[in-house]
């Protein structure tokens, strides 16, 4: 059964960091890209950042671009995925997801990935 469990998540004020984890189990997921997105009250879904399988590449919204770093370590049994979030602004509150195994190659459309955590809160306050 495959598991993505994210954790990290909590109060923060404004020009904080924070650093979630995405835990992966159950698949082999150091063969497949994985990514963060975000939703915020009254809003839809958005997504954060993705990076390939190698971790040789990431990629990022124009939002978190520069504040924002995401990282893997692939484990033989557990692959871990990390959002390092610097420079908080109240703007980036929301429910931060883990997700993984994208189909086709819009990795910015969450439709598009086959497996989600639970979320985890991230809330900045001022």
């Known amino acids: 059964q495959v598991h993505l469990v994210e954790s990290g998540g909590g109060l923060v004020q404004a020009g904080g960091s924070l650093r979630l984890s995405c835990a992966a189990s159950?698949?082999?997921?150091?063969?497949?890209?994985m990514g963060w997105f975000r939703q915020a009250p009254g809003k839809e879904r958005e997504f954060v950042a993705a990076?390939?399988?190698?971790?040789?590449?990431?990629?990022?919204a124009d939002s978190v671009k520069g504040r924002f770093t995401i990282s893997r370590d692939n484990a033989k049994n557990t692959v871990t995925v990390y959002l390092q979030m610097n420079n908080l602004k109240l703007e980036d509150t929301g429910v931060y997801y883990c997700?993984?195994?994208?189909?086709?190659?819009?990795?910015?459309?969450?439709?598009?990935?086959?497996?989600w955590g639970q979320g985890t809160q991230v809330t900045v306050s001022s």
């Open positions: 997700s993984a195994d994208p189909e086709g190659s819009n990795w910015r459309e969450g439709s598009n990935w086959n497996y």
């Open positions: 159950g698949r082999t997921f150091n063969n497949y890209p």
């Open positions: 990076i390939t399988w190698s971790g040789s590449s990431t990629f990022y």
